[in-house]
């Protein structure tokens, strides 16, 4: 946001469920992202902005998805970093999103690793525990070695994290489907459930098209085709025991899932483009800023010309 071009003002609120947002407001997870896109639309009528330009990392980008299924005539343009699949994260099995298991096993807010939580919930931001908060970014987020300047700034935004059965990690009901939990109805981790995605297909059909720019970094571990914390590929690692195999849950495609999607788009008549940013993780804009503003303030700009 610091280095955004003269003349662009940057807006980041704290998304429901996170930071100084209000506790008492919860996300209802039946709704999938609608409780966080409609907070986003809400919050651009209170300022009387008519439309923006809207930039989603991670999950972030899953609401972004929903944004542009609810309300596409906001956006001047969409800029979409290392994203969500659009059909959700976890149980599904190629790139049409098709569901794993009818219940949706292997998605929602049982995945959650309990430790993490914990260590969230207790303010740790030490190294000293393999599932602490800077742990968990070192591992997941940026590619080793690199170590952000402002790291204790990110852990500290991290571990005001909202925690509990109606945020994080929710709620979660059991399952006679491997590996055995499947979504609840509350908190961010069950809304990213393919279980209440939504109709995906009607992406393709949206009005007006804003065009896409989909950056993301070549070793991202968190978002990818064998991304560390998806169940499928644990189970493929032997970390999670009594996998059912590639034919049940596969690890998820979620590239391909993101490309197939924008494929569609784009022959609908909408347009993207793809970037990859070489050597960098999940959040390129931190590792790599040079890089990813020379691709982000171009697409920018172009709708301004």
Not at 275 to 301: R, S
């Amino acid at each position: 946001m610091l280095s955004l071009p003269s003349g662009f003002r940057g807006i980041a609120p704290d998304q429901r469920g996170f930071g100084a947002a209000d506790r008492e407001k919860k996300i209802d997870a039946t709704k999938g992202m609608s409780d966080l896109a409609e907070d986003a639309l809400a919050l651009l009528d209170h300022l009387g902005i008519g439309q923006v330009h809207v930039v989603g990392n991670s999950m972030g980008g899953s609401v972004v998805w929903r944004l542009l299924m609810a309300a596409s005539d906001r956006f001047l343009t969409v800029t979409l970093i290392n994203p969500g699949s659009p059909y959700g994260f976890g149980g599904t099995k190629d790139e049409n999103g098709t569901p794993c298991f009818d219940d949706f096993a292997g998605s929602g807010g049982g995945l959650m690793n309990p430790e993490l939580v914990r260590l969230i919930e207790s303010g740790d931001n030490s190294l000293d525990h393999p599932f602490s908060p800077r742990a968990a970014l070192r591992m997941l987020v940026y590619k080793p070695p690199f170590v952000p300047a402002r790291e204790d700034a990110l852990v500290a935004a991290t571990l005001q994290t909202h925690i509990g059965p109606h945020d994080l990690p929710g709620d979660s009901v059991e399952s006679p489907n491997w590996p055995y939990t499947a979504p609840g109805r509350w908190g961010m981790a069950n809304a990213a459930s393919p279980k209440y995605t939504g109709d995906v297909r009607s992406l393709s059909a949206i009005e007006p098209k804003p065009p896409v720019l989909w950056v993301r970094g070549s070793d991202d571990r968190a978002v990818s085709n064998f991304a560390v914390t998806c169940p499928g590929a644990l189970g493929a690692s032997g970390q999670i025991p009594g996998w059912p195999g590639p034919e049940t849950i596969p690890p998820q495609p979620m590239l391909g899932q993101t490309r197939a999607v924008l494929d569609r788009y784009r022959r609908a008549g909408g347009a993207y483009e793809e970037v990859v940013i070489e050597d960098t993780g999940h959040v390129p804009f931190v590792e790599n800023l040079a890089a990813f503003n020379q691709v982000f303030h171009a697409h920018i700009a172009r709708s301004r010309a």
